[in-house]
């Protein structure tokens, strides 16, 4: 599809789930505790004094799920991955001074978590695990003593955003019998998906190279930067360019009206409390629906968080939220180059690796015998 007509599909998109914007029904039910959830989640991490409540609210958005067995599994899922996460990130920050082995633990710890995404039952909580690596890895860069610090309010802030989004799907969702879900190969499992892994080894490889691009350029914003990589290359086998375009729209939507928010709003609670909260009703309302926009919706949410939740107040200083944006494009960015130029060679040479590694079975049954 060309990008014209991209274009012309997310506005029709975003047309129709507004007009069907509502305060009643199953998707405005759905909204409301999603909204609700981020905004006590937020509250609570202010309450505790956590580094980054923006973190606390962004997982009450991504838990609530339509049914609450479906928010049980994945809250499971977020907080295991997480503590492994933050173990891993803080063994791998004491590399920061050796640049070759703090790239292959980014870059390995992202692969195995795309990779494992589809191939396990439990391939949620293996990808917040790789991407947690990455955030702790990232976040001690300019000051490695801070790992503990980082893995620790990373794990707590992720704890408080569970807890709370799960307290209010159990007390208000409708009681719903789960769906089954498939089965998985397994991440060893045959045969092995090549796609994937082409997708996995080229994300691990841009995401490695992250660090030297942002210190190199001295860009802002370099924490977003390969959370927004990790979810366009997720969706990359559907329609990266679709994923993007909707992640950019919603960004720039849900940034905007953040911005403007906090620039009338300032430092007033109430006022900051009720915007909040109605920007996040609407966006999840947008990503609950059953339109083509629902990742748009997802992604203005996540950003309305980041551009209104500044630290343990309300804050009319909104530079944060400006270098948190401009880090989420960088990601975009990256990804669209590593694919341009790494997955084509990746898709070459993978195939070759894998039969020298994974010789075939002779005819007869036995393995080939070594010259």
Known sequence: MSRARYHVRLGSALRREIGVLSVSGPTAGLAFRTALSCVLAVLLAMALHLDNPYWAGITGLAIIQKDVHASFARSVDRILGTLAGAAVGYFGAHFVADHLVFQLICGGATAFGIYALERTQHGYAALLGAIT????????????????????????????????AFGVDALLAPRTIAAPTAPKPGLFGHPIDQGLLVTALTGGIAIALIPEIWESLQLPGLGQTPVTAFVILVMMRREPAWAALNRVAGCVVGG?????????????????IALLFLGLYVSCHVKHGSGDAAYSGHQAGIAVIMSMVQGLAPSPDILPAIERLVGIIGGLVVVVVAQALLTPLIAVALPRFLALAFPKPSAGGEPPKPL
């Open 256 to 272: 905007a009206y953040g911005l403007v928010c906090m620039r009338y709003v300032g430092d007033a609670f109430v006022p900051w």
């Open 133 to 164: 690596v990455i955030l702790v890895m990232f976040g001690s860069m300019s000051a490695p003593e801070s790992a503990l610090t980082i893995a620790v309010y990373r794990a707590l802030e992720i704890i408080v955003g569970v807890a709370v």
